[in-house]
Each structure stands twice: as structure tokens, then as C-alpha cells.
């Protein structure tokens, strides 16, 4: 399966900041998404990162607050805008394997918002 | 939309013993069933999954079945052992579409040396 790194790895910031997280795999693929994870909770799919296109983003979750950016087959951003303390969580990118339907996820970045 | 319900939340039990835990679906086109492992502070990890055209699979100690008339699949782990502590996820997804998965709300397993 593909290696895939996630920078940084954790972070704390203040409310009110951006943060940026990157995604990097070291093989092209396809489909890259984006999930969050609340402490204690489950995987919750943020968007689908499309190369070449807008993402596709799941309800409840808006491009203003979480713009992504995909530029290649290798690599992605998620940026968390204008954070609140609700934002504190792990953000994990993912990425579709050669069995197209199986995912294999980044190690994920622990963020907290003051 | 598709709605995965998992059961146990958690589960306790000794070494060596078996662990089961079930979850059931509701999208009837959903063809891929994944089970992830994740121990604590680390991603999620791909342990086995099992498609629509199966009825079960088998790794070592790990086995999962699906019943896609009563949309239930549960893993299966024999002989359990300290590390296989951990929280797990079912998940369900349609390989016909976009590939969206679905995940369980997850079940913490600690197996008591």
C-alpha cells in the first residue's frame, strides 16, 4: 500500500487562526479524502480532494471553513479556517488503494484550539 | 444516505477467549465491508474485509461474515491475545459509486491478560 505522511503532525493554535494540513503519498492516486475524528468519536468524512477540480464536500461541512487543495496525484491540503475549540480533533487524510473501494489512511494531525 | 450501527461499544474479554462484533447496514447497495484496527494515538489500519459476493473470509485469527439479507457482517477474533487491544471499525461502502465509506461508531476491545 501507498505511504502516506501528514504535516504537521500536531498542533495547538488560537481560536480565530487557519491552520493548514498537508497530505503527501508517495505514489499517484486517485482519490484523496479528508476525514476528522472528535476524540473518543468515529471517522467522519469531511470531503472527497478531486485533482483538477473542485472537492466534493459531505453535509455539514462547507468549503469556506475547510478549503482543500489537491494540485497532483500526490498530494493535498486541508485548511481549517477561523477555528474554534470545537475544530480539536485529528484530521486524517486518506487515500484510495489499488482495490479502488479500500482506503489506507495517513497517521493523522492532533489538533487543539485554544 | 447509508447508517452503519455497531455493537458492542465495548468489550472485554480475557486472553484467549473469542471477541465478536456485529454491525449492521441499511443502503442494499452497499458491496464492500472493511474492518479497521486502530490502537491508541495511531491511524487506522485495514485488517480484513469482505465483499458483497462473499459470505465469509478468514486471516489467521481474524474472520469476518456478511449476511446481505439481514445487512449484518461481523468480525470474529479467536485465541485473543493483549495486542489485539484496541478500538475497531466497521465500515460499509458502495464500490459503485465514489467510493464513499461509512464507518461504525467503533467498539474499544480490551482483552485481559
Known amino acids: 500500500s501507498a505511504v502516506i505522511s501528514q504535516k504537521p503532525s500536531r498542533d495547538i493554535c488560537q481560536r480565530g487562526t487557519s491552520l493548514t494540513i498537508q497530505c503527501q503519498v508517495d505514489s499517484q492516486v486517485t482519490m484523496m479524502f479528508w476525514y476528522r475524528q472528535q476524540p473518543g468519536q468515529s471517522l467522519t468524512l469531511i470531503a472527497t480532494?478531486?485533482?483538477?477540480?473542485?472537492?466534493?464536500?459531505e453535509s455539514g461541512f462547507v468549503i469556506d471553513k475547510f478549503p482543500i487543495s489537491r494540485p497532483n496525484l500526490t498530494f493535498s491540503t486541508l485548511t481549517v479556517s477561523n477555528m474554534s475549540p470545537e475544530d480539536s480533533s485529528i484530521y486524517l487524510c486518506?487515500?484510495?488503494?489499488?482495490?479502488?473501494?479500500?482506503?489506507?489512511f495517513g497517521p493523522g494531525t492532533r489538533l487543539t484550539v485554544l | 444516505g447509508e447508517n452503519v450501527e455497531q455493537h458492542p461499544s465495548t468489550l472485554s474479554v480475557q486472553e484467549g477467549d473469542s471477541a465478536v462484533i456485529k454491525c449492521t447496514y441499511s443502503?442494499?447497495?452497499?458491496?464492500?465491508f472493511p474492518w479497521y484496527k486502530q490502537e491508541l494515538g495511531k491511524r487506522p489500519q485495514l485488517i480484513i474485509d469482505?465483499?458483497?459476493?462473499?459470505g465469509e473470509k478468514k486471516d489467521q485469527r481474524i474472520a469476518v461474515t456478511l449476511n446481505k439479507t439481514a445487512k449484518h457482517f461481523s468480525l470474529h477474533i479467536t485465541e485473543t491475545q493483549p495486542e489485539d487491544s484496541a478500538v475497531y471499525f466497521c465500515?460499509?461502502?458502495?464500490?459503485?459509486?465514489?467510493?464513499?465509506?461509512?464507518f461504525g461508531t467503533g467498539t474499544k476491545l480490551q482483552v485481559i491478560p
Open positions: 443502503d442494499s447497495a452497499s458491496n464492500y
Open positions: 469482505i465483499r458483497s459476493n462473499v
Open positions: 465500515a460499509a461502502s458502495n464500490s459503485g459509486g465514489y467510493q464513499k465509506v461509512t
Open positions: 480532494a478531486n485533482q483538477g477540480s473542485e472537492a466534493t464536500y
Open positions: 486518506s487515500v484510495a488503494g489499488e482495490s479502488v473501494d479500500t482506503q489506507y
